[in-house]
């Protein structure tokens, strides 16, 4: 067993059933690594085993948004620093190989080195519900326009009488419509089967109309009690919100800045300059729901806010694209939302400073 007091670092390749754990040096050397099982007693076991090699300074973890959540929160609660490792890209997978011992050690010496810095959300407070109550939403809602969707596609085919009776109905009237329809008893006849099925899927589209106003009922709520401040930033609704606090997480003090949190979200600009050519690309990385989110926000305020409208208008008459006038919006408006996470004062980003 290796001394006691030595300094040592661990690294954790997290799996359904299983974490293979990994322990290094300060200079990186491979010191021992082991499996365990992700159960309450795995995770006890793996935290004894890793201070069983010295004193633990850090340990780096992949996955703690998923398979390594609950080891980052035992880790966490036993006093030790835990960084989130980002799964090693293709070309050193290409070169190193892969397997379980060798992703513990690579995440292992990634925080000995001071490469992993990322620390990983709570996942231990209202931002997690939010986060849980939104997925669950976001689902309902592609099986609700999945629903619509067959609906439309079934009156192409059904026979011409049935088609006479919804054409031209708006979506309300035709799920109404659609729900009420009484096929008969025998569904060997086509109509019959187009009007059953018909009827399903509409009672389906309604049950689903109904889940999604609890959703929405509740992440209203929520949000309004974890971030009231987020909430009175203008464009910024229930939904959004959630967006934007499942992404921070319950412990918004791991963004140093709020060009951390414009990173995090994908509107920190990318340079593409060439020549005499200045310009900035789209940044495809980051949270994409949190994009989406800065890209609602944006499109609301060119709709309805009186000092967009203008900031776009000025920005259209030096030759911008709409597009690009976006991207310039989505970075305003991530320094705004990053304020109203971190300050008891909102205070918003004046547009006609902007460049």
């Not at 035992?74 to 892969?98: C, E, M, S, Y």
């Not at 899927?201 to 974890?226: C, G, M, S, V």
Request: hydrophobic share 40%.
């Amino acid at each position: 067993m290796t001394d006691q007091r030595q300094d040592v670092f661990g690294g954790v390749d997290t799996h359904t059933d299983t974490h293979h754990a990994a322990v290094v040096d300060h200079l990186g050397r491979h010191l021992a690594d082991a499996q365990f099982p992700t159960t309450t007693d795995g995770y006890r076991a793996l935290l004894d085993w890793l201070r069983s090699h010295g004193t633990v300074r850090a340990v780096g973890v992949e996955g703690t948004g998923s398979y390594g959540t609950q080891l980052a929160r035992v880790l966490t609660g036993a006093g030790l620093t835990v960084f989130d490792i980002n799964r090693p890209d293709r070309r050193i997978r290409h070169q190193q190989g892969k397997s379980d011992p060798i992703d513990a050690y690579a995440a292992a010496q990634a925080v000995a080195s001071g490469r992993a810095n990322i620390i990983p959300k709570a996942h231990d407070g209202a931002a997690e519900s939010l986060r849980i109550l939104h997925n669950a939403r976001t689902s309902a809602v592609k099986a609700r326009t999945q629903a619509i969707n067959q609906i439309r596609s079934l009156m192409i085919t059904a026979p011409d009488a049935l088609r006479a009776q919804l054409r031209g109905l708006v979506r309300a009237d035709l799920i109404t419509t659609c729900a009420r329809l009484r096929p008969a008893a025998d569904l060997a006849g086509p109509a019959a089967a187009a009007k059953f099925t018909l009827r399903r899927l509409a009672r389906r589209y309604q049950e689903l109309d109904r889940e999604i106003a609890e959703y929405d009922a509740e992440l209203h709520t929520l949000a309004t009690q974890a971030a009231p401040d987020l909430l009175a930033v203008n464009g910024v609704g229930p939904e959004t919100a959630a967006r934007l606090l499942a992404a921070v997480g319950d412990n918004p003090e791991r963004l140093r800045s709020e060009a951390a949190f414009a990173h995090l979200c994908g509107a920190a600009p990318i340079p593409a300059s060439s020549g005499r050519r200045d310009r900035h690309r789209l940044n495809r990385g980051g949270n994409r729901s949190a994009n989406a989110a800065l890209y609602r926000i944006a499109v609301v305020r060119m709709q309805h806010d009186r000092r967009t409208r203008e900031y776009v208008a000025r920005r259209t008459a030096q030759g911008l694209q709409k597009k690009d006038i976006i991207r310039c919006l989505k970075r305003y408006i991530a320094r705004e939302v990053y304020r109203a996470l971190t300050c008891a004062n909102i205070t918003q980003i004046d547009l006609s400073q902007a460049a």
